[in-house]
Each structure stands twice: as structure tokens, then as C-alpha cells.
């Protein structure tokens, strides 16, 4: 029994001692192929800088630039990792992972459906010459500036300064408005007059104030104006006009100074924008008299 046991203790302290020796063996390969990672790390940042500079010419989006970066990033750690596992002479486990990859890649794929649709659908975005960083956009019950599109989210900065992360995927799922692909917007302008009202001098007037306070629109002719509707309170009109503008602060900037102009053209003529009056009418009279009132306090 003592012998067995020698004997066993002896394999195993030669096995860590040879272990121990490969290990010691091993750390200048070790040390090599750690600094093949920082040195691809690093290398990764500057190719990546290095190729958004030279895409910069041939480029205008700044979407396709920046999955160009990261898609160059990608490739060089990866090959700086191939070389560091050359280094540590797992060749043969580099090669069974690869024969496995095909494998786990169906798996990962079957796992991973939603983050590679988002993947594939960030890729096609950033291709896509009508929507690019910068861009005021609508979508999916969101408006905003376009901040940033990745392979992974498409970034919006509301009009109060909030971040709104929409996955690649819904983008491309959903209608998209684009007002930062046309330079011209067109201001609706809605409101009512009183049934006492000049129609047609409160029509001019208002084609006038328009056509004064925006230098857009060339002359009154160019202000659209209908009545739309005998209303409960006023006679209601439809206005319509054409700014330049390729944001939605700039359409509400615009509307802002048309309805003051219009409230003090109307003041100033005195037009009456009225508002809805309603009437009570109580069928049971009431006896309001001091004397009776009097008495109905002292009875309660």
C-alpha cells in the first residue's frame, strides 16, 4: 500500500513539475502574444481613424463612415488575436474552433435572431443616402435629430433635449418622415372670426400679415386662405403658406410668429376671435327676493 502510494505521489509531482515547466517555458510566448493584443488594440483605433480619413473623401454619410470604422476595428483585433493564439502554439485549437464554428454559429444565430436583425438593419441604414446624422426625422411616434446610427440602435435627440434609443430594426419596419430632405415646409394656420366679421377684408388682412412678416412668401397671392365651416362661436378658415425650413423647430417657430402677428393685425382692426359661449337655461324660476331668502336661512 505504502508503495502504491510512492508511487502515485511520484506521477504526480512529476506531472506538476512538468507543467510547472511548460508553464515557465511558455510565458515569453505568453508575454509575446499579450502585447500582439494591446499592440492590435491600439493598431485597431488608429487603422479605424486612418480609414474614416480616407473614406472622408469618397464618403459624405457619416453613417457608412462610422460602420466602415468599426467594421475595420473588428477585423484587425481579430487578426491580432489569430496571430497571439499562432503564438501560444494552439494552431490545432485555433482550427477545431473554426471546424466548430459553422455549428455554433447556427446556434448563436438561432439565439440571436433579434440582435442580428438589428446588425444587418443598422448596416442597410447607414447605407441609406435619405437618412444621415443630422437629419430631422419621424418615426414611430418619436421626432427628432438623428445623432447616431449603429450596427446595434438608431439614436434620436427630441426637440426637449431627450435621448430616445429606437432598435435598428423597427426603423426599417416602419414609415419613416424625413423633413431634412426637403428644404421647404408647409405652415397650417386655423382660427375663427365672429359672424359680425368682414370675410373678405379679415381674408386680405390676413394674406397681408403673412406676406409681411415672412420673406419667403413673395406677395399675399402666394397665402392660401379658404373658409372652412360656420362654427358654434365664429366662421372658421383653413391658411396655409410654404417657409423654408428643414426642421420641425423651425415649422413651429414659424407658426408661433404668424398667430401673434395675426392676434394683433386682428386687435389692431378690431376683429373679434371669439370663443365658444355656452347658454344655461333653468325652466324652473327661482325667487331670489332678500325677504325670502331670509326667511329660508332662518327656517334651515
Known sequence: MKEQFNTAFGNLTDKLIGWFNTIIESIPNLILAILVMVAAYFSAKYVSRLVVKIVDKRVKQDSIKSAIARVTAVVVVALGLFIALGVLNLGKALTSLLAGAGVVGLAIGLALQGTLANTFAGLILSFRKKIQIGHWVETTGFSGEVMDINLKDFTLKEADNNIVIIPNKTILDNPLKNYSLTTKMRIFIECGVGY???????????????????????????????????????INYLCRFWIDAESMLEKLRAKTTAIIEIKKAYDKEGINIPFPIRTLQFDNKLDVKASNLRESINNN
Open 196 to 234: 359680425e366679421s368682414d370675410l373678405e377684408k379679415v381674408m386680405q388682412l390676413t394674406k397681408d400679415v403673412i406676406a409681411n412678416n415672412f420673406e419667403q412668401v413673395k406677395s399675399a397671392e402666394d397665402v392660401e386662405f379658404y373658409y372652412t365651416e360656420f362654427g358654434d362661436s365664429s
